[in-house]
Every structure is written in C-alpha cells, then in structure tokens.
C-alpha cells in the first residue's frame, strides 16, 4: 500500500471512530474493538531486551496488543499505537507457535486459540514502516488537535452548542 492510501485510509478510520481531543488510547482502542466486532484488550508485559516492544494477537473473540511495561508512558502510548497501526493497515501473518509467551503474557488465553500474532521482528521493513506511519499520523493528529482544539463542556447542552458553532475539529 502507498503512503497517500495508508494516510487516507487510517484518517478516514479515525473520523468514523470520533475520538475526540485529548487522545486517550484506551479509548481509541475501545471503539476500535468495537468497530472492529471484538474488544482490544491492552496487555503491559516484561518484554526482554534486545527483542520486540510490543506484539498483536488476535483472536476470534478478541485482540490483544501486548506492550513493553518497562518503559515510559509515551514510549507505551507509541507502541500500542504502532500495534494499531498493523490493524489498521489490515496486516496479516503466518501463526507463531510460542506458547511460552501466551502462558506468561495473557494467562487466560489458550495458546493454540491464538489465529495470527503481529510483531515487529516477524514483518517485512514495508509492514513495519507503514505500522510506524500509522502510530505517527495518530500522534501528530492528536498533538495538533490538542492543542487548537477547544475543552468539551462537561454540560449536555453547552456541548451541542459547541459543536452547532464551533469549528470542525478532527481527523481532516
């Protein structure tokens, strides 16, 4: 996929989404599980080094997106973001049997439920570049928004007149 597409194309999941500024990856992910039909489960986990920061494994009755839990927030922040961006860039591959990983990682999922695990040392640089592209646009979106964007109103209905007259703020 081009970068223009890729670009066009996680915009436009993003508008259908609504999440609104700040950016709260948890909430992102909620309505992307929910877009997507299974929930996006959020897994810190102690990942050895030198090796991955994060991992997806989906499922049929849910995703999970495992990320480093030794790092900083924003590093965490980056990396589900990245792992999200495999999902939104509908990557796929081959299944990786390593049962170590599950049993010790998401203790409640059978390892051989596992359909498909997304990591960053089991893609092509084109599958990991357009991942990291994705996890860019999202951030450079929400810092933008961040801060142009004016606070909700905690009131119904200053809300709905905030919206009625207010600019349109997005995922343009």
């Not at 999902?87 to 409640?108: F, M, N, T, Y």
Request: proline share 8%; hydrophobic share 35%; aromatic share 4%.
């Amino acid at each position: 996929m081009k970068e223009r597409e890729l670009r066009r194309r996680c915009k436009r999941e993003l508008r259908a989404l609504n999440v609104q500024p700040p950016l709260q990856v948890e909430e992102l992910c909620r309505q992307l599980g929910e877009r997507r039909g299974r929930p996006i489960r959020l897994v810190p986990h102690r990942m050895p080094v030198p090796g991955p920061f994060g991992a997806w494994i989906a499922t049929p009755s849910a995703d999970y997106i495992l990320f480093q839990q030794e790092t900083t927030p924003s590093h965490q922040r980056h990396i589900v973001l990245h792992e999200v961006g495999h999902i939104l860039a509908d990557h796929q591959s081959e299944e990786v049997d390593d049962d170590e990983l599950w049993k010790g990682a998401v203790p409640d999922l059978a390892p051989g439920s596992v359909r498909r695990l997304l990591r960053r040392t089991s893609y092509d640089e084109e599958h990991e570049r357009q991942a990291e592209l994705v996890a860019t646009i999202v951030l450079e979106w929400a810092s933008v928004l961040d801060r142009v964007a004016p606070r909700r109103a905690a009131n119904p209905s200053l809300r709905r007149v905030q919206t009625a007259l207010g600019d349109r703020q997005g995922w343009l």
